[in-house]
């Protein structure tokens, strides 16, 4: 089973997120499904979303508690009823500058508190145009991803999201995909041997139903991260077939 996961990003109102879920009931699903919709709307989406349907939050602070003004808690996001969170998009990298270090405190906050963490690596057009996507992507996890302590095979996942197919509509080849998840899983292995090997990898970026068959059919690509197509409950349905 192929697991796919929703991003929303800060979209949806609570209006949206009531049709999106009802909608969802009406279709059947055959793949794994968990969505992430903005912080504010966990505890709804928890209230409307299918049992089978797993809720996360799309950003966590590297702290539980404290005077950190306007960030949300691991401890109070697992409280809620969360069950994963997104570490690193490219967009908190980018946009509010977060880097392997922080990446790696988020990650390893989370999973103390036993929520899951999509880990998510990728390189710019410039670094892929240098040549530098695996150097970059092995740098992303390297120092994201050592000293983790504690966690549990099925709690740390990998997406692999080239920043030039982010809500570009240039979704990467499958074998450019292909090429990359094989890179990571080898890094993963050699990282945490059998539980490397067993961390689940979701190709993220442009990703739409017209796409999604192909790229889930390569060898090392596990499920998908969905921003633009998750929105809408016929096509996230269509993803999850
Ligand atoms: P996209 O976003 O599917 O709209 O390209 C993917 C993501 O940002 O996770």
């Given amino acids: 089973m192929k697991l796919i996961v929703g991003n929303w990003k800060m979209n949806q109102n609570q209006e949206q ?3 999106f879920f009802s909608a969802l009931k009406s279709g059947p699903r055959q793949q794994e499904a968990w969505l992430a ?7 709804l989406a928890l209230s409307l979303a299918p ?16 005077a950190f003004t306007g ?5 109070t996001l697992k409280d809620l009823g969360a069950s994963f969170v997104l570490v690193g998009h490219s967009e908190r990298r ?7 270090v922080t990446c790696a405190a988020k990650t390893k906050r989370a999973l103390s508190h ?22 970059v992507v092995k740098q992303q996890l390297r120092q994201g991803l050592s000293d983790l302590g504690g966690w549990h095979p099925g709690q740390l996942i990998v997406a692999y999201e080239p920043v ?8 990467a080849t499958p074998a450019q995909a292909q090429e990359v998840h094989a890179a990571i899983r080898t890094e993963l292995k050699e990282m945490y041997s059998a539980a490397g090997q067993a961390v689940r990898l979701l190709y993220g970026g442009s990703v739409k139903p017209d796409n999604v068959k192909e790229l889930m059919g390569q060898t090392d690509i596990d499920g ?3 921003g633009g197509a998750s929105l809408k409950a016929t096509d996230f349905l269509a993803l999850c077939q």
Avoid: M
């Fill in 71 to 75: 960030e949300n808690s691991p401890a």
């Fill in 17 to 19: 997120v009531r049709a």
């Fill in 94 to 100: 980018q946009i509010f500058h977060e880097t392997n």
């Fill in 37 to 43: 919709p903005q912080a504010l709307h966990i505890g």
């Fill in 114 to 135: 036993n929520l899951a963490v999509i880990y998510c690596v990728g390189e710019t057009l410039t670094e892929r145009e240098a040549g530098q996507t695996l150097s």
């Fill in 164 to 171: 030039w197919a982010i809500g570009t509509g240039k979704v």
């Fill in 224 to 226: 998908a991260l969905v």
């Fill in 51 to 66: 049992h089978d349907i797993k809720i996360g939050a799309q950003n966590s602070s590297e702290q539980d508690s404290g």
